[in-house]
């Protein structure tokens, strides 16, 4: 039991409430405080609907979207390295529909109208969006280690023009707004060739407006272009991303060709590996940072519950008892804008926790302000009271939880051939290089090193570290990573170099000046054989001189 748990009445807290768990935690805080307000007010007709168990008790998510045939079915099956129910890959717009890939024993389909009734799986309010979304939405269930720690929701691929929109049957936009508020990870992937941002593909990024935390891009098959015309797709997609994605902050674009086939141009194949690697730690935190996610969720859920329950009993307020009612609504609907204001500066209300002002007029024209409920300042309270105090409470549990028993990452599938093997990154490369070695492998170079050296006028062997200074700085690097440099070589702190330790201050300035980073301990394996302290070692380098 957590120790918070243990201070008060025996186990609970003044409340009467116990949390086993995070999840436990979030679940009874939601239910007990925050859905109230949300009824009261009609937050779920205007904004998003209720949260149930599953919402909170679901694996991490990953939402993947863009345009038809950047590759997204086919990330999906890179990453499980196999395939899976449903899929279907090719150069046509082939997935016409939304499929949620999660982990089941048995491998099958289950359709959308079953989908949404089945209370173990987070999709039962999607049943609003009506037959027309739900006869193109299926999950798709297999056994597979990556989908044990995240499920995978792969979308339709955006078309452009008009009749695209309007031939859906359902509103796009709403869907992908409403899995965009429940996932963990939102990503936009584009072709090299497709950079253009369609209509549909802008409104779709625009659903996701408040979550922008949660977007990371990426930028498809781009061994399909060479390093001159990667740079200008680069920039052109970065500029295109700016029109759209009104934020100050540069979006994260990972460059990279995810599909298991060979690299068209591999003179980026360094730079595409280090990137891949990149998303890759990425994905494998989300079961790690999943509790804090949903944490962080509710809190924005709580802040914009609150500024709709001031909006509606304001408007409330403002309607005439008796005469002119349609009048006064057609005039408040108007002044919504204004409305914003005054909340504003009488509640201390950040401008970016107010709905957008234009859809929340639309949707205001079909009620009876007449009807909506006075401000309940207890249920305000309450909400502010779990923000202000029961949040960091489960903050502390987040802590404990995670030191207790770590998540376990993502593994299996792409996950597992990137990390360990000759084939992971980084292996035999920077200060990795010569691991498997037999001989030492500063002793390639040494030669050259030791011309400079005796000229540096060595005394007893060893070269002060003045003299040891003129030659390093001649590297152009900074005096700290030179000061790294020094206390890795200088392996007897005598505060002088000998011929190997300077052979080796020598490799580690190549290493640093070639783009790879310096360890904080120096490696065994680039330990000089004079300094090493099993003296047999010496037989793995024959240090003789003509």
Request: proline content about 5%.
């Amino acid at each position: 039991m957590f120790s918070w748990v243990k201070q008060e009445q025996g186990g609970r807290n003044k409340e009467g409430e116990m949390y086993q768990t995070v999840t436990e935690g979030l679940q009874t805080l939601y239910t007990k405080k925050l859905l109230p307000l949300e009824e009261t007010y009609l937050f779920h007709d205007f904004h998003s609907p209720a949260l149930e168990a599953a919402d909170f008790q679901s694996k991490p998510m990953v939402l993947l979207v863009g345009q038809y045939s950047t590759g997204k079915t086919t990330f999906i099956r890179y990453l499980l390295e196999q395939d899976f129910p449903g899929m279907r890959i090719g150069p046509e717009p082939t997935t016409d529909g939304f499929i949620a890939v999660m982990y089941g024993e048995n491998e099958g389909v289950v359709p959308g109208n079953a989908l949404v009734v089945d209370p173990k799986k987070p999709f039962r309010k999607l049943n609003a969006f009506g037959n027309s979304f739900l006869n193109r939405f299926i999950c798709s269930q297999m056994p597979n280690q990556v989908l044990q720690s995240i499920s995978i929701i792969d979308t339709p691929g955006i078309l452009s023009g008009e009749k695209q929109r309007i031939s859906r049957g359902y509103d796009f936009a709403e869907v992908l707004r409403w899995f965009g508020e429940r996932v963990d990870r939102i990503i936009l992937l584009f072709d090299a060739h497709k950079l253009d941002i369609s209509d549909e593909f802008s409104e779709a990024i625009k659903a996701f407006k408040g979550q922008d935390d949660k977007i990371r891009v990426v930028l498809n098959k781009a061994d399909q272009v060479d390093t001159q015309q990667l740079m200008r797709v680069y920039g052109a997609l970065m500029w295109s991303l700016g029109k759209v994605i009104n934020t100050p902050e540069v979006v994260r674009v990972y460059l990279g060709s995810f599909w298991a086939k060979p690299l068209q141009n591999t003179e980026n194949r360094r730079l595409f590996e280090a990137e891949s690697q990149d998303l890759f730690r990425d994905i494998q935190s989300l079961p790690r940072n999943a509790a804090l996610r949903k944490l962080n969720d509710l809190i924005k859920r709580a802040r914009l519950a609150k500024v709709h329950a001031y909006i509606i009993s304001y408007l409330k307020k403002e309607m005439p008892s008796l005469f002119g009612r349609e009048k006064k609504k057609e005039e408040l609907i108007m002044r919504l804008p204004e409305i914003y204001t005054i909340l504003q500066r009488e509640h201390h209300i950040s401008p970016g926790d107010f709905p957008n002002v234009v859809k929340m007029q639309d949707m205001l024209q079909h009620y009876d302000f007449s009807k909506f409920p006075s401000l309940r300042m207890k249920l305000i309270e309450s909400v502010d009271k779990m923000l202000a105090t029961k949040i960091a409470v489960l903050m502390a549990m987040i802590r404990e939880e995670e030191s207790k028993q770590p998540p376990a990452m993502v593994s299996g599938g792409a996950f597992e051939g990137s990390q360990d093997g000759p084939f992971g990154q980084g292996y035999g490369e920077g200060i990795s290089a010569g691991a498997d070695a037999e001989d030492w492998i500063v002793s390639r170079d040494k030669h050259r090193y030791d011309e400079i050296f005796y000229t540096l006028m060595p005394v007893n062997g060893k070269i002060t570290g003045v003299n040891a200074k003129k030659e390093m700085m001649n590297s152009r690097l900074p005096n700290s990573v030179l000061g790294k440099i020094w206390k890795l070589a200088d392996c007897d702190r005598d505060g002088m170099l000998d011929d190997e330790e300077f052979a080796l201050a020598q490799h580690l300035i190549k290493i640093k000046l070639e783009g790879y980073e310096l360890p904080t301990e120096l490696p065994d394996h680039l330990v000089p054989p004079a300094h090493r302290k099993n003296p047999t070692a010496d037989a793995l380098y024959n240090h003789t001189e003509d």
